[in-house]
């Protein structure tokens, strides 16, 4: 059994001295708890613990979970298909992962029929790894012109980015460092529904880089509940 208090803690030691090297408060970072593959139980444990944002990448699993969880806000962070966006927009605060037009209008429109204004995110995938959801680093700002002309019922939060997984999070800095350049320009874009707020970078092997390069919301999934088992709850 893990002891998810104790990575908790060591978790926000972390956060904490990267953020001071940067220059930075903590409480700057806001830290989303990843629970994909995990129980309601530990989820629960996390949030007695302080926990107060949760973070999954399946529709599925925010479904499954969302009755047996204690009160928290929830983040849709994985890639969406429009066809699901129905079952959750009324259960999450923050869509991180948009990247194209096609699925920022079904928000928008599921949105409108909720009578609510979705906060979102635009996933960045500064790499264009084939392997990666996220729209390239050109093309970021045209699809940031195209959500704000057409969804009246989306508001547009930040930026959001998965680096390449490599050994050494130093060798992903570079990444971090650009995402970070576009989002302080695009910060300056002024319209009524755009008011940037996240940068969401940087998962338990990373965070510390992305923090330093500008992040200020970091998702970490296994630094806090432990190395994932896949085998019953995905595939
Ligand atoms: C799983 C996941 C995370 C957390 O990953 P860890 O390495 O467990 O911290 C962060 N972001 C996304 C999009 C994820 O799918």
Same mark, same amino acid.
């Given at each position: 059994?893990?002891?998810?208090?104790? *990575?908790?803690?060591?978790?926000?030691?972390?956060?904490?001295? @990267?953020?001071?090297?940067?220059?930075? @408060?903590?409480?700057?970072?806001?830290?989303?708890?990843?629970?994909?593959?995990?129980?309601?139980? %530990?989820?629960?444990? @996390?949030?007695?613990?302080?926990?107060?944002? !949760?973070? %999954?990448?399946? $529709?599925?699993?925010?479904?499954?979970?969302?009755?047996?969880?204690?009160? $928290?806000?929830?983040?849709?962070?994985?890639?969406?298909?429009? *066809?699901?966006?129905?079952?959750? !927009?009324?259960?999450?605060?923050?869509?991180?992962?948009?990247?194209? =037009?096609?699925?920022?209008?079904?928000? *928008?429109?599921?949105?409108?029929?909720?009578?609510?204004?979705?906060?979102? =995110?635009?996933?960045?995938?500064?790499?264009?790894?084939?392997?990666?959801?996220? $729209?390239?680093?050109?093309?970021?700002?045209?699809?940031?012109?195209?959500?704000?002309?057409?969804?009246?019922?989306?508001?547009?939060? #930040?930026?959001?980015?998965?680096?390449?997984?490599?050994?050494?999070?130093?060798?992903?800095?570079?990444?971090?460092?650009?995402?970070?350049?576009?989002?302080?320009?695009?910060?300056?874009?002024?319209? %009524?529904? !755009?008011?940037?707020?996240?940068?969401?970078?940087?998962?338990?092997?990373?965070?510390?880089?992305? !923090?330093?390069?500008?992040?200020?919301?970091?998702? $970490? #999934?296994?630094?806090?509940?432990?190395?994932?088992?896949?085998? *019953?709850? %995905?595939?």
């Amino acid at each position: 059994m893990e002891d998810i208090r104790a *990575n908790l803690e060591a978790v926000h030691g972390r956060i904490s001295q @990267a953020a001071s090297k940067a220059g930075r @408060a903590e409480e700057d970072v806001l830290l989303v708890a990843v629970s994909k593959t995990r129980t309601p139980e %530990e989820i629960n444990t @996390a949030i007695d613990a302080g926990v107060t944002d !949760i973070g %999954e990448n399946k $529709v599925q699993e925010i479904m499954d979970k969302y009755e047996a969880v204690k009160p $928290v806000k929830w983040h849709m962070i994985g890639h969406l298909q429009t *066809n699901k966006v129905k079952y959750i !927009i009324d259960k999450v605060c923050l869509i991180h992962s948009v990247d194209s =037009l096609k699925l920022a209008k079904e928000i *928008n429109k599921r949105a409108a029929s909720h009578g609510i204004v979705m906060d979102i =995110l635009v996933q960045i995938n500064p790499a264009d790894e084939e392997s990666k959801f996220g $729209v390239s680093l050109s093309d970021t700002k045209e699809l940031i012109m195209e959500i704000l002309e057409n969804c009246e019922n989306i508001r547009i939060r #930040g930026l959001m980015s998965v680096a390449p997984a490599v050994e050494d999070p130093e060798d992903v800095r570079g990444y971090f460092e650009e995402v970070k350049a576009q989002y302080d320009e695009f910060s300056k874009i002024e319209h %009524e529904r !755009i008011d940037f707020k996240y940068l969401s970078m940087g998962m338990s092997h990373d965070f510390e880089v992305a !923090i330093e390069a500008g992040s200020n919301l970091v998702r $970490v #999934g296994s630094a806090i509940f432990g190395a994932r088992d896949y085998g *019953n709850l %995905e595939g």
